[in-house]
């Protein structure tokens, strides 16, 4: 159960319900998600207007804009996100054994342009400021230049979705199996909540 109470379409202005009721009838997998950004309308206009149309654009294949996001959901240990994004990864041919395998890239079904996003998205998730150049040489082997762009975008924003998630508690009861693989932290043993 959220930390908010949930929305519903009827609750926004007739702006923000269109984009509320065309965002939930595509993505009705995170409808849940929806009903508390939309306490804040403009977030939700923004954020899912942006997301609706970088879809239909289609400038990065769906492959590896879900492995992005997979990969940065397993290191930010957000079972909401693994859990809805993995389903997505396996209707694109990667098979259960290589997503339970993410983050790592070295597993046999990833070929070179998979394992530049994955290991691009770990290093835009754990280490932003370290990228070295050469890592940038192996994306554009496979990636234009604006398609590099929206990969750190979409991995980017794919953190924000993991904290934003997590922070409110935003589960629809699919995450549950995956809750026992990252318990809270034990604050009895010194480590901070």
Known sequence: MPRVAPLTAADLPPPYAEVFTAFAGGYSDFRDQASVLAHVPPALDHLYRMLMELRARDGVPFRYIELAVVTVSKLNACPYCVSHHTPLLEVEGVPADAVAALPESNHPAFDAADRA????????????????????????????????????????????????????????????????????????????P
């Open 117 to 192: 996003v994955i290991d691009y998205a770990r290093l835009v998730t754990q280490r932003a400021w370290g990228i070295r150049d050469h890592v940038f040489d192996d994306l554009r082997q496979h990636f234009t230049e604006a398609q590099i762009v929206e990969l750190t975008l979409r991995a980017a924003l794919a953190g924000f979705f993991n904290r934003f998630n997590d922070a409110l508690q935003i589960d629809d009861g699919a995450a549950e199996a995956l809750l026992h693989l990252h318990p809270e932290p034990d604050t009895a043993a010194g480590e901070q």
